[in-house]
């Protein structure tokens, strides 16, 4: 044997016995053939051929595949030598020579583990792998695959065993929605295109793919070093990156999914795109094709009706997006782009948040740039389990539009924006839900659940303007001391005005089962009739620094209750919640050294521990008011801070000086004690009245 022939004897004997036989085509088609069982079955390697080595053995063609490289293509494929004689088949004797259809002989080669067989056994078999460069004009039909046998009383010194042309209806490819069995090492891996979805950014395409890999086998299996790449319909090839691929061992019956993630451009045509995955010949520096698949239909992750649910996929996982709600809210002068989106985990695996942001595209052609709030205070989404957030934007008050695109966007890493899922709407947005008399909204924010509900309406009046008052409790619904929700609100007149409403409500933590109170008021012209006006509430929008930005979400309308003005003619159980008061013992006396009218009164002061409010501007205000006229003055009591009314029983006084006094105290009959709930700087509502003797002691 020639020294210079050594190197590929292996090959070369291999070849030459598959040709030994006679050839006996048995290529079939891949065709769908659907189990009784909840799984496909899956499409294992296809045979292009069998060659006879001798009356008892036999080489085996499969898997012939093409891949578009730098120099021309790469044509990869696989042969089972099948020894079913009682003597080893040594494979120094054999060879394959890749042919064109012309006659062209290509350069064929053994893939690096596979140099290392120089034998089959007896009563065995093993399949190799080969490759071989080949022009680039040429398609699989073009070839053929010719099995030798080294003989040197040959021309060329080759004997031919045999030959199989590569079919033009074969092809290579795993159907949609088919698995592929693919044999490593001694075992077999089933695999498959488990979802694939399509995202995009103003430049590129952004496909998802997941790659599911099985172990059904009976060993350990560890996975190569594979390379994924999707194939468009006109030839080009856009490399893939794989998480969960390294390092990455399944024992028998495990499997794992490997998220398949990259980049084609958005003039790109990717319908009609196959997965190419290729391995590695670190010593040829080229990759071979191992197995392809026909993609299944994409997801291409827009969506459109509120309500609807719709799927998207992130290198993370799976999830599913649903529009509640689309609002263009007023604010002072602009106007709030408000999406209320809900992401929804299926699996039962917890999936991370993806770092969310967004756009409003209004016509088509205006894009508005967003933000996204998350008020749930979680980390991750829990299987089987739901976040919410808001993508907001401001645009003006005076822009109109007929149809707005809401898009849900993922910022990645490297600060690259990819598209995942879009949703379009008319300029008929979402309404405002209302809250009916007497009924709460439940806020569903995770660490701040709530029922919140309008417990009174007031009115506090001065000469000038009324504030208007809505007071709202907050029943804390969660396990633990929680505050309440940021609010933001405004009151909406029946003629369209709108008035934005301050924010009363206490800094401490509310207990489990607790209630905060929360004070909506507005100064308004005394012109108003606020029996008219509705309250619409608000999430408020709280920046890094924790103040509030003046943006709000997830508006909900309240039906005011009609305002009480009923005045109590007993000083029992008076309230200014959570305070109740009462007033007993009322007495006025006259010091006549320096003509002081002193009133002093028992009271009863309790208040609702389990109501967290802010009382610094809510004030008591008891006035003594003589019937006729005659004397009239007022004193103001605290209900919290250091010269507050303390709780529990206790006594009180107040006092004014007259001079004159001398002159009408013969005079005095009866006077009324009124009792006023006075709020910011001076308005004040009377909630109670009691006429009295001057100079008498009350019960």
Do not use: C
């Not at 719709?310 to 993370?316: A, D, E, K, L, N």
């Not at 008050?397 to 899922?421: C, M, P």
């Not at 004070?519 to 103040?547: C, H, M, R, Y």
């Amino acid at each position: 044997m020639k020294p210079k022939l050594y190197k590929n004897m292996v090959g070369v004997a291999l070849a030459t016995t598959l040709i030994a036989g006679n050839v006996m085509p048995t290529f079939t088609h891949a065709a769908a053939n659907t189990s009784t069982q909840a799984t496909q079955q899956a499409v294992s390697n296809t045979s292009l051929g069998k060659v006879k080595i001798d009356q008892a053995s036999y080489f085996e063609l499969k898997d012939v595949n093409m891949l578009t490289s730098s120099n021309g293509k790469i044509v990869s494929f696989k042969v089972t030598i099948n020894n079913k004689s009682n003597k080893d088949i040594f494979l120094i004797d054999y060879w394959v020579n890749l042919k064109s259809q012309s006659g062209t002989k290509y350069t064929v080669n053994l893939i690096p583990d596979d140099q290392k067989v120089s034998r089959i056994a007896a009563n065995n078999s093993q399949t190799l792998t080969y490759y071989a460069n080949v022009s680039g004009n040429l398609n699989l039909k073009d070839l053929k695959v010719e099995f030798i046998k080294w003989d040197f009383n040959q021309p060329n010194n080759e004997l031919s065993l045999g030959s199989i042309n590569i079919p033009a209806t074969y092809n290579a490819s795993t159907p949609a929605g088919k698995k592929r069995n693919i044999e490593v090492n001694g075992t077999t891996i089933q695999t498959s295109i488990d979802r694939f979805t399509m995202g995009k950014t103003e430049k590129f395409h952004k496909p998802i793919i997941t790659f599911k890999m099985q172990n059904v086998g009976t060993q350990s299996f560890v996975a190569p070093a594979y390379e994924f790449k999707l194939v468009t319909a006109s030839g080009l090839t856009y490399p893939l990156s794989a998480k969960g691929l390294e390092n990455l061992t399944l024992t028998p019956k495990l499997s794992a999914d490997i998220t398949l993630t990259g980049s084609i451009p958005i003039e790109v045509d990717t319908k009609g795109t196959k997965l190419l995955v290729t391995l590695p010949v670190t010593d040829a520096k080229i990759s071979l094709p191992v197995s392809s698949y026909n993609m299944p239909s994409v997801d291409l992750q827009t969506g459109g009706a509120i309500g609807k649910e719709y799927s998207f996929s992130t290198p993370s996982g799976d999830y599913y997006a649903t529009v509640n709600s689309v609002h263009r809210l007023p604010l002072e002068d602009t106007d709030l782009l408000a999406a209320d989106i809900t992401i929804t985990n299926k699996s039962s695996e917890t999936l991370s948040i993806p770092n969310f942001t967004g756009k409003f595209v209004l016509d088509q052609n205006v894009e508005v740039t967003g933000s996204i709030v998350r008020f749930d205070k979680v980390i991750g989404i829990q299987p089987k389990s739901s976040i919410s957030l808001q993508l907001y934007a401001r645009i003006p008050y005076t822009y109109d539009f007929s149809e707005v695109k809401t898009v849900l966007q993922e910022k990645q890493e490297d600060d690259k924006v990819v598209d995942l899922i879009e949703f379009t709407h008319n300029s008929d947005l979402s309404s405002i839900r209302t809250i009916a008399l007497n009924q709460k909204y439940y806020l569903n924010v995770v660490g701040k659940r709530a029922n919140i509900g309008v417990r009174k309406v007031q009115t506090f009046e001065s000469a000038t303007a009324n504030i208007f008052s809505v007071e709202m409790t907050a029943e804390n619904l969660e396990k633990r001391f929680s505050n309440i929700a940021s609010l933001h609100a405004y009151f909406e007149t029946d003629t369209g005005l709108l008035y934005p409403a301050n924010v009363e409500v206490s800094e401490n933590k509310v207990a489990p089962g607790g209630t905060a109170l929360v004070n909506f008021w507005k100064q308004l012209p005394k012109s108003i009739d606020t029996s008219k006006l509705k309250l619409v509430v608000g999430e408020a929008i709280v920046g890094d620094d924790g103040k509030n930005t003046g943006n709000y979400v997830n508006p909900v309308a309240y039906v005011l209750l009609k305002e009480d003005n009923t005045v109590a003619t007993d000083l029992k159980s008076l309230e200014l919640y959570p305070y109740t008061i009462s007033i007993s013992n009322i007495r006025t006396q006259i010091n006549y050294e320096n003509w002081d009218v002193l009133v002093t009164f028992n009271y009863e002061l309790n208040k609702n521990l389990l109501v967290e409010s802010k009382s610094d501007d809510h004030k008591l205000v008891l006035e003594v008011s003589d019937t006729e006229g005659k004397i009239k003055f007022s004193e103001e009591f605290a209900l919290s801070g250091d010269k507050a009314l303390e709780l529990g029983q206790n006594k009180g006084e107040f006092k004014k000086s007259n001079s004159d006094l001398i002159s009408q105290i013969q005079t005095l009959k009866d006077y009324n004690l009124n009792v006023y709930h006075q709020f910011q700087s001076g308005q004040r509502k009377l909630i109670a009245s009691k006429k009295i003797r001057w100079f008498t002691t009350t019960d």
